[in-house]
């Protein structure tokens, strides 16, 4: 067959040819060693843990050595694409502190972005013209089976149980005339554009995966299509032509495409590109209780997979990084560990760390980590932090606890024991740090405690009577210590111990001890049996609130 005749009866209209895009997107000019990574999703809007796991590799591993991180949108599936779905990837990677250097998103006419479009729908031109020298070569073919006659060759190969696909005797099209074809066209017949593989069933490749090392696997042999009806390239063929053209030279991506590497493999070949190093990731896996084993991560049973999670709840970004760089490389935990102090991304990130089995994903261990982290922090930064979270997710309440500043960093404070020797540590995620102070703007929280009171070991005459006592004695100037014998002269007045020493000796001649009364104020004020120092609460509340929930549990 005429190959030339028929590239140009396919692609009549392809004017730019291979060597003009090559000499646009030239080399990079970039330092020794320095790499040029991607991430490259779907835009569905579903945004996953997966996806920032992968995506902190890739910006890792850029700017270890000052290479570039940039986002390409893989939009050739138009019945998957979601509006708004590229404005979400970046806004959720910004959230936990993933920045591009360059990619979709960006100012298209910016000197830093001149390797674009990064939207694949807007390259169609550049594939015509790498798919066209293909035909002109003989590596590639129209196809025009229907979808009637490819489900007729799968069932046949079924029947005989054999490989399924499209190669060998079974790619029907592959050896057309020009005649046929251009009969076939003239009638109307949709069509795709086939690879010509030329792969052999015995014989393998010898891929090296910079993460789990060197993989034979065999060759690819099937005739996978390349352009689809509407012209659109198929995932595999944009792939390469774009990795090549964005001068990518390294590709982190999810275990699932190791399977895909024989075609990845044979197409780079083909094209004449350099095949950028690629590496596949670990699976995200956790512990299942019902089977006692390990199984991955599923968007169906695990709320915890999107990352949407860790932002409604408000997981602060950077636990979140440490977290998972602790599972990225093997050897982060220690490093960080030694040198708390320390950026993050001074951490000397290496690939050949990375875990090659499944990664367990441990929330208990996150949470640690977060209380560990959250610790550190001055209350100027949590309250930055927890204001902003608060203005996007609790829009209605986030007036009311932020109404205060000295009052809310006194919070803070508290909390998280700052001026302590040791500092508390309390705090795991925006949501939870809220429920666990919110006694201080809401006093129908902890209602349930303040009924109980009266019910159990103490009655409720003496409940009544000791917090009349309570506010009769009170004075706001008294310190710690002169608020604390005021409660102790309670405890005498109606008949508890105000020595422990005395109460362990002999604790049938009490009605209780200094700490029952100290209990009972406690859930007057908070609405809970357990928090940090009283004394501290009440002077961050300020006598009126306190009062005012005093009041309320007396008259209760």
Not at 13 to 22: A, F, I, L, R, S
Not at 332 to 353: A, G, L, T
Request: proline share 4%.
């Amino acid at each position: 067959m005429d190959n030339k005749k028929l590239a140009d009866l396919l692609f009549p209209d392809v004017v730019n040819t291979p060597e003009y895009y090559e000499e646009k997107y030239p080399y990079r000019k970039l330092p020794s060693k320095a790499q040029v990574t991607r991430m490259a999703p779907s835009p569905t809007g579903f945004i996953h843990l997966g996806n920032l796991y992968s995506a902190l590799a890739d910006e890792r591993i850029a700017h270890k050595k000052n290479g570039v991180f940039y986002l390409r949108i893989e939009d050739t599936d138009e019945k998957r694409k979601v509006d708004g779905a590229v404005e979400t990837i970046i806004n959720v990677l910004r959230y936990f502190n993933i920045e591009f250097d360059e990619g979709a998103g960006f100012d298209e006419n910016a000197e830093n972005n001149k390797y674009g479009p990064y939207f694949q729908q807007q390259r169609v031109d550049i594939y015509h013209a790498y798919v066209k020298r293909l035909v002109e070569k003989g590596l590639a073919y129209p196809c025009f089976c229907t979808e009637e006659e490819l489900e007729k060759v799968r069932q046949k190969q079924d029947a005989k149980k054999i490989l399924t696909g499209y190669y060998g005797e079974y790619a029907t099209c592959r050896n057309m005339s020009y005649e046929e074809v251009f009969a076939n066209i003239k009638a109307g017949k949709e069509y795709v554009i086939r690879l010509r593989s030329q792969g052999s069933p015995d014989k393998e490749i010898t891929f090296k995966d910079c993460i789990k090392g060197e993989i034979k696997l065999p060759e690819n042999i099937h005739d996978i299509v390349l352009l689809k009806k509407d012209g659109v390239p198929t995932y595999h063929f944009a792939h390469a032509i774009d990795d090549h053209l964005m001068r990518t030279t390294m590709v982190i991506r999810g275990g699932e495409w190791l399977a895909s590497v024989p075609i990845h493999y044979e197409l780079f070949n083909i094209l004449g590109f350099k095949m950028p190093e690629y590496g596949h990731t670990a699976h995200l896996m956790k512990f299942d209780e019902e089977t006692g084993g390990k199984r991955k991560l599923s968007k169906r049973k695990d709320p915890e997979l999107s990352l949407d999670y860790y932002r409604k709840d408000g997981y602060h970004p950077y636990c979140m990084k440490v977290y998972l760089l602790t599972l990225l490389n093997s050897n982060f935990e220690e490093w960080h560990e030694k040198f708390p102090d320390k950026d993050i991304n001074d951490f000397p990130f290496s690939v050949d760390k990375m875990s090659q089995s499944g990664a367990l994903f441990d929330k208990d261990k996150l949470h640690n980590i977060c209380k560990n982290e959250l610790s550190c922090l001055s209350e100027y930064e949590m309250y930055n932090f927890l204001h902003e979270w608060a203005v996007e997710h609790e829009p209605e309440k986030c007036d009311i606890w932020f109404a205060d500043k000295e009052k809310m960093l006194g919070i803070l404070r508290l909390y998280m024991g700052i001026g302590m020797k040791r500092r508390r540590k309390d705090f795991i995620y925006a949501r939870q740090i809220f429920e666990l102070i919110a006694y201080f703007f809401d006093m129908e929280d902890g209602q349930k405690e303040r009924d109980k009171l009266g019910n159990q070991t103490i009655d409720k005459k003496t409940v009544h009577n000791i917090l009349k006592e309570y506010l009769a004695t009170y004075n706001h100037d008294d310190d710690n210590s002169a608020w604390f014998n005021k409660l102790k002269a309670i405890a005498d007045k109606f008949g508890f111990a105000s020595d422990m020493k005395a109460y362990k000796k002999e604790p049938e001649k009490y009605n209780g001890n200094v700490s029952d009364i100290a209990e009972i104020v406690r859930i007057a004020v908070t609405g809970r049996a357990n928090t940090p120092d009283l004394w501290q609460i009440v002077h961050i509340m300020g006598q009126e609130q306190m009062t005012e929930r005093i009041t309320a549990a007396i008259e209760v």
